[in-house]
């Protein structure tokens, strides 16, 4: 009976553990989108970056081009395009701004991979 119990617990915490991640990458995921809804053509990149934080791919239009999600390389007008990765599912949704050659936004997008 005490191995069924210690089991039981054990199972408890690994699951209260995996939902307080789920949870947490959610949150992650809905403040980048909801930053990144306030991101407005005109904005310098200093600001971008203190709403949605460091993000984790630097695109130029002189280096390889990160095709991940886009289906084209940044090129002019746009000079750099910075991209933040959902914390819970990279491979699936991102969000990218582009900028020009003096650091204002030109565009923004969220991408969702089906």
Known sequence: MMEIRRLLAIALV???IAVSALVS???ASHRLNSHASE??????EASVIDRLG?????????SKPYLEYATSPCFGPCSTR???KSPFLS???AWSV???RNGKVLSTAHWVSP
Do not use: Y
């Not at 991101?39 to 310098?44: K, M």
């Not at 460091?54 to 002189?62: I, T």
């Open 39 to 44: 991101v407005a053509v005109g904005d310098t």
């Open 54 to 62: 460091l993000p984790d791919v630097r695109e130029s239009a002189e």
């Open 82 to 84: 910075l991209w933040w």
């Open 25 to 27: 990458c959610e949150q």
């Open 14 to 16: 690994t699951i209260g």
């Open 98 to 100: 582009e900028f020009d």
């Open 91 to 93: 491979s699936v949704e």
